[in-house]
């Protein structure tokens, strides 16, 4: 691809993968929005997506419908909507944002967990729930009832289980390998367990697509505060995308090289860049609708590592 300016790469980007509405709606929420109190006028939400291609009608239908499904809640004043982060979510777009932001992780004590869920203590409506969940947190089922993660976020586990209302009736437990059987090593449960082509493969297309915006904004880094909203908003978005479907395991267990660690120095890279002038964009149109919009909170300068 050729040097572009950085709205031609905007465009170029819009044009040839374009991100579903109310998916970037939430990636704004996620990114933008909760660090702010977590909260926003609903023309405040169109000012910022207007520039990403997505209309006003779209702004609307996509924001009802994260009301109607519980991630937000709505408010009036007059003729205006307010909205806000439904509490009961705030959880959620927590464990997410330490997914986003934080390293890979790199170190493996040699355990595993496994999530027991026996077909005499619990029903198919709660094991089907409870299997969505943990297999979003990147968990392998192994057999009926039996899932398995060699390094969970242990909180995220606790969380998980007591929303989904498992907590009693699991049974959770560390195991390792048991020296001197003869058994196959643990770490060859990975290949077993998960399928990590199409993850690689995503991962190899994040960083075709985002490596010349990087390129671009360090030739020439003061880049316009819409566009660094733009470009930091479609970055999230699209690093958000494959890691969903990334169990997230330790980089020990991983091939080698593994594409998830660059991708992550590449969207490190690109979010460093371009948070400063996209906070003022945030802020002005924030501050349309609300004066005592707050400035981003203290979790928000822990991202990537810290934000310069």
């Known amino acids: 691809m050729p040097r572009l300016t950085s709205g031609e790469w905007i465009d170029h980007f819009l044009s040839t993968d374009p991100p579903r509405h109310k998916s ?60 806000a982060l439904e509490p009961r979510t705030v959880p959620r777009f927590e464990r997410a944002n330490r997914r986003i932001y934080s390293p890979p992780a790199l170190h493996w004590d040699g355990r595993w967990t496994f999530v027991l869920a026996p077909t005499s203590s619990i029903d198919g409506e709660l094991r089907a729930l409870l299997r969505k969940e943990m297999e979003w947190e990147g968990f392998a089922m192994l057999a009926t009832g039996v899932m398995a993660h060699p390094a969970p976020d242990r909180d995220t586990l606790r969380e998980l289980l007591a929303r989904a209302g498992g907590a009693d009736k699991v049974f959770v437990c560390d195991a390792a390998e048991l020296p001197g059987v003869g058994s196959r090593p643990l770490p060859e449960l990975v290949g077993d367990a998960w399928d990590l082509s199409s993850v690689a493969a995503a991962y190899r ?57 660059d991708a992550y120095e590449l969207a490190r890279r690109i979010y460093r860049l371009t948070w400063a002038r996209a906070e003022e964009h945030i802020m002005a149109m924030l501050r349309k609708e609300d004066e005592l919009t707050p400035p981003a909170d203290g979790h928000f300068h822990d991202r990537f590592g810290g934000l310069a």
């Open 205 to 261: 297309q994040f960083i075709a697509g985002f490596a010349p915006v990087a390129a671009l904004l360090e030739d020439k880094p003061d880049v316009d505060a819409q566009d660094a909203f733009a470009i930091r908003s479609l970055l999230i978005h699209a690093y958000r995308r494959v890691q969903l479907h990334d169990p997230m395991l330790p980089v020990g267990l991983l091939p080698d090289p593994w594409p998830g660690s």
């Open 24 to 83: 970037l709606v939430m990636t704004v929420c996620g990114d933008a929005i909760a660090p702010h109190g977590g909260a926003f006028w609903l023309g405040s939400m169109i000012e910022l997506l207007g520039p990403l291609g997505v209309s006003d009608r779209l702004v609307r239908t996509s924001v009802f419908r994260l009301v109607q499904e519980g991630w937000l809640v709505a408010s009036r004043e007059g003729r205006r909507s307010r909205y």
